[in-house]
């Protein structure tokens, strides 16, 4: 099994050793299904996608109070439910997950164009560099700079709403979402060297007055204590 998670594990422990007292990860969904003939979105997670997320949940700092929100595709509320339980399940404590339209896909304005345009560009990867470009045209995609900003202000915006310290606000989405905040907010390509494989994602956090970003690709400052 491929160690799914793990890097995702590895920032959010390191963010909190560090200092952080609120976090906000926003991340891929769990392995899943590629079923042809069924609609993206509603392929399913596999049973090894299940055993990860909850596997990550199981091995997040047992003193940490965790929140679930998630795209409303099932894979991701599923996920996040799953991280969750595995958490709970090893004796940390959770509050609730629900769904957030902001961390679907919202900003396909047509998916049927737009799966046009990601098979003539080759696949998703020159598709996302195409949009990144501004060359995908505005009725097929929300501008990928809005689209990124408005992600990264719903997934910021949990760190005011506290509920206790230390606390970690789980937002599971998709890679498509991943790619574009990481691209967006900190300059690192979507290619296959930095590929957003299953359950990778990004740490939101605040320290010394500045907002930063953490991947496994880098840390950057993305706002002040007046944001």
């Excluded at 949009?131 to 505005?138: A, Y």
């Excluded at 606000?169 to 498509?176: A, I, K, R, T, Y």
Aim: charge should be negative; proline fraction near 4%.
């Amino acid at each position: 099994m491929i160690d799914y998670g793990a890097d995702t594990l590895r920032l959010v422990e390191t963010v909190f050793d560090e200092g952080a007292t609120h976090a906000a990860v926003l991340m891929r969904h769990s392995a899943r299904e590629f079923a042809a003939g069924r609609h993206d979105l509603e392929n399913p997670l596999t049973d090894e996608g299940r055993e990860l997320a909850h596997q990550l949940g199981a091995g997040l700092p047992k003193e940490v109070l965790v929140r679930g929100y998630a795209s409303p595709a099932e894979r991701c509320l599923e996920t996040a439910e799953l991280m969750l339980n595995g958490h709970r399940g090893g004796g940390g404590r959770v509050t609730r997950h629900r769904p957030i339209e902001a961390l679907g896909v919202f900003y396909v304005l047509d998916q049927m164009k737009m799966f046009k345009a990601m098979t003539a560009a080759g696949g998703q990867l020159p598709f996302l560099g195409a949009w990144f470009d501004e060359r995908v045209p505005t009725d097929v995609m929300m501008p990928a700079q809005l689209a990124a900003r408005l992600v990264a202000g719903v997934v910021t915006d949990k760190l005011d709403q506290v509920v206790e310290r230390p606390q970690l606000d789980v937002c599971v989405s998709h890679d498509m979402t991943v790619y574009t905040v990481r691209h967006i907010l900190m300059g690192i390509e979507a290619n296959e060297t930095n590929e957003v494989r299953f359950l990778d994602g990004l740490v939101f956090y605040e320290m010394e007055d500045q907002l930063r970003v953490r991947s496994s690709y880098g840390d950057s400052v993305v706002g002040g204590s007046d944001r």
